[in-house]
């Protein structure tokens, strides 16, 4: 899997990247000093190639872009969150498998 799957989401431009997508989007919110994450992090690129052309990925780092993770009350990480037609309509807090996060990106497709 290549992380050019994978788009970077940040304060800056998590409105236009991921609340005005057309798409559904996929925002794993993370931070390089967790390990979780880190575990996480092969998952949810799988998820990007599975979905491909049907939902966007974003990854979205807590310690950089923590004004987006207040707003959405991101308290521990990984969090991941689907957003359709730019509301946030479910979450996943923790290390989950595969097959979770794939029923879990079902509820937007």
Same mark, same amino acid.
């Given at each position: 899997?290549?992380?050019?799957?994978?788009?970077?989401?940040?304060?800056?431009?998590?409105?236009?990247?991921?609340?005005?997508?057309?798409?559904?989007?996929?925002?794993?919110?993370?931070?390089?000093?967790?390990?979780?994450?880190?575990?996480?992090?092969?998952?949810?690129?799988?998820?990007?190639?599975?979905?491909?052309?049907?939902?966007?990925?974003?990854?979205?780092?807590?310690?950089?872009?923590?004004?987006?993770?207040?707003?959405?009350?991101?308290?521990?990480?990984?969090?991941?969150?689907?957003?359709?037609?730019?509301?946030?309509?479910?979450?996943?807090?923790?290390?989950?498998?595969?097959?979770? *996060?794939?029923?879990?990106?079902?509820?937007? *497709?």
């Amino acid at each position: 899997m290549s992380s050019q799957l994978l788009g970077v989401a940040t304060d800056d431009n998590f409105e236009s990247e991921v609340l005005k997508s057309a798409d559904p989007v996929l925002v794993d919110f993370w931070a390089p000093w967790c390990g979780p994450c880190k575990a996480i992090g092969p998952i949810v690129e799988e998820i990007a190639g599975q979905f491909e052309g049907r939902l966007k990925v974003m990854k979205l780092n807590v310690d950089d872009s923590q004004k987006t993770a207040l707003k959405f009350a991101v308290r521990s990480i990984p969090t991941i969150i689907l957003f359709k037609d730019g509301q946030a309509i479910d979450t996943v807090v923790g290390l989950v498998p595969k097959a979770r *996060l794939e029923e879990f990106v079902k509820k937007a *497709l």
